[in-house]
C-alpha cells in the first residue's frame, strides 16, 4: 500500500525532472507522452495502492511511512513523511485520474505550441505538487505542498508569458495565496509553540488541552490557508483572472488540483475546527456567501471560461458549506464529482475554443450545437451534472450536502439551506445561460467567417476526443457510488479518518433533493426562455455583477495605492536623498582624494628613481641609527 | 685568505653601486640609464662574493649567478624596448618619456 503511494508520489516529479533535464533531446511530443504517461503512471499505483487498503479492516487503513528524519530542532522532529489513509487516497485518486487525463487532453491542446516542454514540465510538477499536498504525512509537508502548488499555479497561469495580463494574473494569484501561505504559517508557529509537533496524531491529541484564543488563532489561521487557495471570499478575486493561463490549466487548477485544496485541508485538520466550532461555522458562512455572490456574477460574464470559473467558486462553496457544519464526506464526495464534470466542461470548452480559433467571447458563439454534435452532448451532460439534475453525479453530492445544512436544525442550518438553494437556482440559470448561447440559437457571423476546423492529426482528435469522452461517463457515472441514506460507500470509506458531524434523516434528504432539483429545473427553464426561446429579451447586465461587487477594486483602493503612494513617498524621502545620495558621496569623495594624490605622479622616471633611491637611503639610516 | 680583504672589495662594490645610482639619476639617456643599471647591479654582486668569501659560505655566489641571468635578461627587454623606441624615432631621453603623468 505504502510502497505504491511512494510511487505515485514521485512518478509526476521524475517526469517534470526528466522533461526538464532532457530539454530539447526530445521533440515536444515526446515531453508530453513522458508526462502523460506518468501521471497515468501516478494513477495506477494509487489504484494499487486504493484496492490493497481496500484488502484491510477499517481501523487498520492509516499508515504513515517516513523515509528519513528531515528536520530535527531540540525535541521538535519533522520526517519526510506520507500518510496513506481512506482521505489521501481519494485525494490521490482524484488528483492522478482527473490530472492524467487533462494531461493528456492537453497532448492535443497544446499541440504545435512553441513551449510544450515547459508546458508539461509544469504539469508535472503541478500534479506533483498537489500530491505533496494530499500525501504529506505531517502538517510541515502539507505546507511544503502547499507553497509548490502556488508555485506551479503561478508558472502555469503566467504561461503565456508574452502576454502583460497573463503575468499580472499569475502575480495576482501568487500574492493572493502567498497571503493564505502566511495565515498558515502562523497557525503552524502557534501549533510548534503550543504542542511542540507538528504530526497530525500529536497535534490532535493535544489540541483538546489549549485554551480556546489559541485554538482560535489557529483554526483562523488555517481557514485563511483555506480561503485564499480554494478562492472563496475574501480572497477569491484571483480565481477568474488565472483563466489566462491555457485551458487545460484551468481545468487542472479547478478540478483536479488547487482550489480543492481548501476543502482538503479543512477535513483533514477537522479534529482543530471541531474544537473551535464558531470558526467553522465562518467557514461554512464564507462558503455559502461564496456560492451566491459567485453565482451571481456567473450571470453576467461573457467569457466561457469566466463562466466556468465562477461556477468553480461557487461549488467550492458548496464543499466548505458542507465541511464548515461537519458533513466532511458529503464534501470529499462532491470534490470528487466536481472534479469530474468540471474537468469535462473545461475541458469541452476547451474544444469550442480550439476549434474557433481561441475565441472565448460567448457573444460571438452561437450555434455550434450542429457542428459540434459530441461536444455539445458532452458539455450538456457537464452542464446538467453541474445544476445537480438527476441522475448525474451532481445530484447525489450536493443535495446531500444541502440535506446536512438541514439536518444541523437551527437556524443557521436553515439560512445556510435556504442559500444554498438560491444557488441551485443560480446554477441552473448561468450554465444553461452559457450552454444555450454557445451552442443553441443561429449560427452567429463570427461562427459563419470561421467555421470550426476539422481535426487533420488524428492524436489531436483522440487525445482530445476520447478524455472528454471519458470525464462525459465519469461525470454521469461517478455520483453513484453514493446515494445518501441508502447506499453510503464513500461516507463509509471516510469513516476512520473523517466522521461527518451531522447525519441527515431520509426525510431531510428527500425535501433538499426536491427543493434543489425543482430550483435547478426552475433555473434551466427561465434559462431556455430567456436565452435559448428568446420569449423575453435578456435582462439588462447591473454593473454591480459586472464589477464582481467591486472586490477588485476595493483590494486596488485598499492594497495597492496606498503600497504605491507609500513607495513614492519613501522614494522621495529615503530612496533620493539617503540611499543615492549616499552612494554619490561616497564616488565624489574618492574622487576628490584621488585628485589631491594625482601630483605625486609626474612621469617622470628619473624622479620615481630618486624616491626609490632616497627611501632606501632613509631606510638604512633608519636602520644604522635603531640598532 | 689570498688578496686584499674583504673591506677592499666592499669599498670598490659601494663606490661601483653609487657611480650607478648617480647615472641613473641624473643621465636622461636611456641607454646610459640602462648601462648605470647594470653597473648598479654588478656593485651587489661584488658585495655578495666578497661576503661569500669571508664567510666561506657558497650562497652568495650561486646569488651573484643568479643576478647575472636576470641582468641578461633585463638588458635584452630594456635595449629592445630602446631600438624600438629609435625606430620610432622617438627621441631617446627618459624625461620626454612622462605620457604616464598623471
Known amino acids: 500500500m505504502t510502497a505504491a503511494a511512494w510511487i505515485c508520489l514521485l512518478l509526476p516529479l521524475g517526469s517534470a525532472a526528466l522533461i526538464t533535464l532532457l530539454g530539447t533531446a526530445v521533440s515536444r511530443r515526446t515531453a508530453g507522452w513522458i508526462a502523460t504517461l506518468s501521471c497515468g503512471g501516478a494513477f495506477a499505483a494509487a489504484v494499487v495502492s486504493f484496492v490493497s487498503m481496500l484488502g484491510r479492516s477499517p481501523e487498520d487503513r492509516s499508515e504513515l511511512s517516513t523515509a528519513y528524519s528531515w528536520l530535527a530542532a531540540g525535541n521538535f522532529k519533522v520526517g519526510l513523511s506520507i500518510l496513506t489513509d481512506p482521505l489521501s487516497m481519494l485525494m490521490m485518486l482524484i488528483v492522478t485520474g482527473v490530472g492524467s487525463l487533462i494531461v493528456a487532453y492537453s497532448l492535443g491542446y497544446m499541440d504545435g505550441d512553441d513551449e510544450e516542454r515547459r508546458y508539461f514540465a509544469y504539469m508535472s510538477l503541478f500534479v506533483f505538487s498537489m500530491l505533496m499536498l494530499v500525501q504529506g504525512g505531517n502538517l510541515l509537508l502539507l505546507l511544503v505542498g502547499w507553497g509548490l502548488v502556488g508555485l506551479s499555479s503561478y508558472l502555469l497561469i503566467g504561461f503565456h508569458h508574452e502576454r502583460p495580463s497573463a503575468v499580472a494574473a499569475a502575480k495576482k494569484a501568487f500574492v493572493m495565496n502567498a497571503f493564505g501561505d502566511a495565515t498558515m504559517a502562523v497557525a503552524f508557529f502557534v501549533l510548534i509553540q503550543k504542542t511542540g509537533s507538528l504530526e497530525f496524531a500529536t497535534v490532535f491529541s493535544k489540541a483538546g488541552g489549549l485554551s480556546s484564543t489559541v485554538l482560535a488563532l489557529v483554526a483562523l489561521g488555517l481557514l485563511g490557508g483555506a480561503v485564499a487557495k480554494s478562492a472563496q471570499l475574501p480572497l477569491q478575486t484571483w480565481l477568474p483572472d488565472a483563466m489566462e493561463g491555457p485551458t487545460p490549466v484551468s481545468a487542472l487548477i479547478h478540478a483536479a488540483t488547487m482550489v480543492t485544496a481548501g476543502v482538503y485541508l479543512i477535513v483533514r485538520t477537522h479534529p482543530l475546527f471541531e474544537l473551535t466550532p464558531h470558526v467553522q461555522e465562518v467557514a461554512a458562512g464564507l462558503g455559502t ?83 459540434m454534435p459530441r461536444t455539445w452532448w458532452a458539455m450538456l451532460v457537464g452542464g446538467l451534472a453541474l445544476a445537480g439534475m438527476p441522475p448525474l453525479s451532481g445530484f447525489f453530492a450536493k443535495d446531500s450536502i444541502l440535506a446536512a445544512a438541514l439536518a444541523r436544525e437551527d437556524w443557521y442550518g436553515d439560512v445556510l439551506f435556504g442559500v444554498g438553494v438560491a444557488g441551485a437556482f443560480l446554477t441552473g440559470l448561468y450554465t444553461f445561460r452559457m450552454l444555450f448561447v454557445v451552442f443553441g440559437g443561429e449560427q452567429s457571423a463570427y461562427v459563419r467567417e470561421h467555421p470550426p476546423h476539422a481535426g487533420d492529426d488524428r492524436l489531436v482528435d483522440w487525445s482530445m476526443g476520447l478524455t472528454v469522452g471519458v470525464l462525459a461517463v465519469l461525470a454521469v457515472l461517478g455520483g453513484w457510488i453514493q446515494f445518501a441514506d441508502r447506499w453510503t460507500a464513500v461516507t463509509n470509506f471516510l469513516e476512520p479518518v473523517a466522521r461527518s458531524v451531522v447525519e441527515a434523516s431520509g426525510t431531510q434528504e428527500t425535501v433538499a433533493s426536491i427543493c434543489a432539483v425543482l430550483l435547478g429545473l426552475t433555473g434551466i427553464g427561465v434559462a431556455w426562455w430567456v436565452y435559448s426561446a428568446r420569449r423575453s429579451p435578456a435582462p439588462r447586465s447591473w454593473a454591480v455583477l459586472e464589477h464582481k461587487f467591486y472586490f477588485d477594486e476595493l483590494y486596488n483602493g485598499l492594497f495597492y495605492w496606498p503600497a504605491v503612494a507609500w513607495s513614492r513617498i519613501l522614494d522621495w524621502t529615503v530612496e533620493g536623498p539617503l540611499v543615492n545620495g549616499s552612494i554619490a558621496g561616497v564616488a565624489t569623495a574618492t574622487r576628490r582624494t584621488g585628485g589631491l594624490f594625482r601630483a605625486l605622479q609626474t612621469g617622470l622616471v628619473r624622479l620615481y628613481a630618486f624616491a626609490v633611491a632616497a627611501g632606501l637611503a632613509v631606510l638604512v639610516l633608519v636602520f644604522i641609527a635603531v640598532r | 685568505m689570498l688578496g686584499p680583504d674583504t673591506a677592499a672589495y ?47 659560505n657558497g650562497d652568495g655566489q650561486i646569488f651573484a649567478l643568479a643576478v647575472m641571468a636576470v641582468a641578461a635578461s633585463e638588458v635584452v627587454v630594456g635595449l629592445g624596448l630602446i631600438v624600438a623606441m629609435a625606430r620610432k624615432k622617438l627621441e631617446l631621453d627618459v624625461d620626454k618619456l612622462s605620457s604616464l603623468r598623471g
Open chain 1, 289 to 371: 456567501a461564496t456560492l451566491l455572490m459567485a453565482g451571481l456574477i456567473a450571470l453576467v460574464q461573457n467569457d466561457i471560461k469566466r463562466v466556468i470559473a465562477y461556477s468553480t467558486m461557487s461549488q467550492i462553496g458548496y464543499m466548505f458549506l458542507g465541511a464548515g457544519i461537519g458533513a466532511y464526506a458529503n464534501a470529499m464526495f462532491l470534490l470528487m464529482a466536481h472534479a469530474f464534470f468540471k474537468a469535462l466542461l473545461f475541458l469541452g470548452a476547451g474544444i469550442v475554443i480550439h476549434a474557433l480559433h481561441g475565441e472565448q467571447d460567448i457573444r460571438r458563439m452561437g450555434g455550434l450545437r450542429r457542428l
Open chain 2, 10 to 56: 666592499l669599498i670598490v662594490s659601494a663606490f661601483l653601486f653609487a657611480t650607478g645610482a648617480l647615472g641613473v639619476l641624473i643621465r636622461r639617456s636611456p641607454l646610459i640609464v640602462l648601462l648605470s643599471l647594470e653597473i648598479m647591479l654588478n656593485g651587489a654582486n661584488l658585495a655578495l662574493i666578497a661576503f661569500s668569501r669571508h664567510f666561506a
